[in-house]
């Protein structure tokens, strides 16, 4: 079964954003993570959005400053199938993109029997919070960044129940971030 | 020079405490974590407190229920030289205990100064936050712990600027936690 998996850079006190709404803070500058993620990840063949971040990336991966950014990143983001949920959205121009409207169970389901591969969550932080919630999300790979931002947006808060994970791997690396991977445990595992 | 050093569980999502105030979701059978704590750290001479961690460690390490659940902390704690930084507390009957009633430069240069090892500070969420923001933490020990709580009291927030750390250590253990090292970068070496 394919799953569903959650990227994101967290502070040390796990925000996503600082209270500027920036992600500055997070230290992109790793080579070793890109090569890591690389050899250890298994296809993804779908990346799933919120409305914010598909607008910010569709303005961003497709431009000449983009590819010229990550030339890996911008082609894989463009290949890849795109769905973006959203109820206001009218169109997604970004090539191979698709807007859904709900995000829940059934609709994840029919993305997720529809692929060749994973899918992945960038960024995205309703989403990632409303997918949580519905117990829809398979696993977060997430990247502690050696700062404390002390005010900002909390990546899952607010949750109406705590969900228990289990470590799969930890790895840091040369710039200060580590690399979490956790699975949430299903009430069966408990 | 003696270090301040603060030891907390966190959840994934950086809180401290759940919604209800509580921390027994942090993972606090871990042979593992105190069998390696023991060995790595240095010396500890002194243990700061905040009020509402003072009380409630004063109510159970020095009783019998303390010292059955685990001898080397009870003894330890009750041993160690003990400051609570309170404004309104004045008794503190715990053997070895002085009150100071402000977490400032001043008297936290005067308790390092007059110690013969480390200073630590174990829960005490105001306190940290407070020294943080003073730039009065050598290190931060923070045990993650494999749960997203959703809602509850974040450990470092709210703080007028964010810090900018570096990890000296990442060590998984069995039980899913992994302990962070982590020093504050001092302006002079951003």
Redesign the interface.
């Known amino acids: 079964m394919h799953k569903i998996l959650v990227f994101n850079n ?6 996503f954003s ?1 209270s500027d709404g920036g992600v500055g ?1 997070a230290k992109r500058d790793n080579e070793e993570l890109t090569e890591y993620v690389k050899q250890s990840r298994g296809d993804i063949s779908t990346y799933m959005f919120g409305k914010t971040t598909y607008q910010m990336f569709a303005g961003f991966w497709p431009t000449p400053a983009g590819k010229a950014a990550n030339p890996y990143f911008a082609k894989i983001l463009t290949e890849g199938r795109k769905v973006v949920f959203s109820k206001s959205l009218k169109r997604a121009d970004w090539e191979n993109s698709v807007i859904e409207p709900k995000a829940d169970a059934t609709t994840i389901g029919r993305v997720r029997k529809s692929n060749n591969g994973d899918c992945l969550i960038f960024g995205s932080g309703t989403l990632v919070r409303d997918l ?1 919630e519905k117990g829809l999300i398979d696993e977060y790979q ?1 990247v ?1 960044n ?6 900002g947006r ?14 799969l791997e ?1 790895k ?1 690396f040369k710039n ?3 690399l ?1 991977r ?1 699975q949430p445990l299903k009430l069966g595992e408990r």
């Open positions: 967290v502070s040390m006190d796990g925000l600082d803070w949580t997430l502690l050696p700062v404390i931002l002390g005010s909390p990546l899952f808060s607010p949750l109406p129940k705590s969900v228990e994970l289990q470590l930890s840091p200060g971030t580590v979490l956790y």
